[in-house]
């Protein structure tokens, strides 16, 4: 059932074209020129009537979240805040019945994403649920579900589900702008014509995976790194970090590029792996100017780079990896596949079970 892989998390990195394809499939209008989510009950009034969203999550859906955070400011300019859910549910949250509470989760049965569900309910607020199990805890207590399409995942580190909960919020950022008026047609458009791409590329990225593999072999050797990024790169680097700390067992830290200098420069020696992610036009030059900071007390910097802008970046980083052109916002659909592949190849090479890491299970539903 691993058809051919060696591991059900590779086969499951390996099925995110189709599971992109999959989520998007019937939610595009036939012209491909909005967006249309029939699974979701409220009226067009009812979303213009949304004064703000809180996103709550647990572990990768917690950092779908951040990017769908700003994926929803950008596109519908509604402030949303991105809480963890244990969290979340016991800091008393102002929640008002115009706030939209969106929970998401894998498994639909993470308990404190439960909770917190539940919580948003008694406030009045109208919860949306985004998860890949029809008929979980998490589906049959929201207002409004939207499925993604990733298919059973069996390895404990997601992979195919947080992608395609990335997809699910560009669907739904889209979605909410068509009815608040935030972004005119040829916009939308614009952005359902690169969504259209994304399996292609990510295929690209994975005709890569024995570049990705070496780069693996040799983080493996280290206890200790660092990712970088700003905005939704900071966004994708951490999950890379999760990723990576969850089956590899080494340790690291994501980091906003522009707060290293407050604190963790310090920890920077010679030969350290600093893994950054720099895929947003308008702040190269900001994100360089850290790696540079980094280099010169010894780190040894991977920069993930957006096709085109490799010379520019090359020059100051040690190894580079090239992701295909797409607009910023979605770039996180792209940037976090060689990640994915970096912890499971270190995974493989420090001889650990890559399906099953040590004290961690699938499914939360304790406390
Ligand atoms: C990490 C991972 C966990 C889950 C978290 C929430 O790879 O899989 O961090 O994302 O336990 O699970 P769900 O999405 O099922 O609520």
Known sequence: EKAGFDHFMLKEIFEQPK?????????????GRSVELKEIGMTAEQIRGIRKVHIVACGTAFHAGLVGK?????????????????????????IT??????????????????AALREAKRHGAR???????????????????????????????????????????????????????????????????AMNELPEQVERILDSADVLKQIAESVAKHNNLFFIGRGVDFAVAQEGSLK???????????????????????LIEEDIPVISVITQEGLYEKTLSNIKEVKARGAHVLALVNAGHEEEVGKSVDELFSIPKTLPILAPALSVVPLQLIAYYASLARGN?????????????VE
């Open 97 to 114: 019945p115009d706030t939209l509470v969106i929970v998401v989760s894998q498994s639909g049965e993470t308990a404190d994403t439960l």
């Open 127 to 193: 919860v949306l649920a985004i998860t890949n199990v029809v008929g979980s805890s998490v589906a049959r207590e929201a207002d409004d579900v939207i499925i993604t399409q990733a298919g059973p995942e069996i390895a404990v580190a997601s992979t195919k589900a947080y992608t395609s909960q990335l997809i699910a919020f560009y669907l739904l950022g889209l979605y909410l702008a068509q009815n608040v008026g935030t972004r005119d047609e040829a916009y939308v458009t614009d952005v359902l014509m």
């Open 19 to 31: 599971a992109y394809r999959n989520t998007m499939m019937g939610r595009i209008s036939d012209d």
């Open 244 to 266: 990576l700390k969850e089956i590899s067992y080494i340790h690291s830290e994501a980091y906003p590029a522009g707060e290293l200098k407050h604190g963790t420069l310090a």
């Open 70 to 94: 700003t994926v929803i400011e950008d596109l519908a300019r509604i402030p949303v805040e991105t809480d963890v859910a244990s969290e979340y549910r016991y800091r008393s949250p102002i």
């Open 353 to 365: 079970d890559v399906d099953k890491p040590r004290n961690l299970a699938k499914s939360v539903t």
